[in-house]
């Protein structure tokens, strides 16, 4: 991967979660020209990213940032901090059946009641939500649930920013993490089943 390369990735992934750009719908592609490129004040960074990452990683690193909300700039997303971020990322990922089953424990041992994990009461965002936000539940598990349930579909009828900006980032990551690792969603539901029997 070259630097350019590195670079029209990084506004590939970048748009995808920032406008109406579909990542997949495009393979990834992008119109930049290299002179726009050549001028740039952070190409070091790129440059960098090339050195460092096979395209196929680079795109996965991209991810993990952006779909935390994270840094949106190339030399804040090439930090050090940044890159422990993905290697905790890239774990879980890896593991996804295993840490979305042992979340699940965790979700039940805290609420027994598998659907009050979904519901708005009192004015309070769902205690599902609550928990991701104490980062007790990962992003990935959000997915997850998601899939099998389609709680977003009713959480975003809710007038609430912080709940509709966390119900775009979903709908943004999705795709990804499907491409990275594909969870068999029947796998999934018997694990919720034998939880909350």
Request: glycine share 4%; charged share 30%; hydrophobic share 35%.
């Amino acid at each position: 991967m070259s630097g350019y390369e590195a670079y029209t990735t990084y506004l590939a992934v970048s748009r995808h979660f920032t406008s109406n750009y579909d990542f997949f719908k495009y393979n990834g592609k992008i119109k930049a020209k290299q002179s726009s490129y050549e001028s740039r004040k952070d190409k070091y960074f790129f440059e960098k990213a090339a050195r460092k990452f096979k395209k196929d990683d680079f795109i996965k690193y991209l991810t993990a940032n952006f779909s935390t909300g994270g840094e949106t700039w190339i030399g804040n997303i090439m930090s050090p901090s940044n890159e422990i971020s993905y290697k905790k990322w890239k774990k879980n990922v890896e593991a996804l059946t295993y840490s979305f089953k042992q979340e699940i424990d965790m979700l039940e041992q805290t609420e027994e009641d598998f659907d009050r994990l979904f519901i708005f009461e009192g004015g309070k965002h769902p205690l599902l939500f609550r928990l991701h936000l104490r980062r007790k539940v990962s992003f990935e598990t959000m997915v997850l649930l998601d899939d099998l349930v389609n709680y977003t579909k009713v959480w975003a009828k809710h007038d609430d920013m912080m709940i509709k900006e966390f119900v775009n980032r979903l709908y943004n990551y999705r795709p990804f993490l499907h491409n990275f690792s594909n969870p068999s969603n029947k796998k999934l539901r018997s694990i919720v089943l034998e939880i909350y029997k």
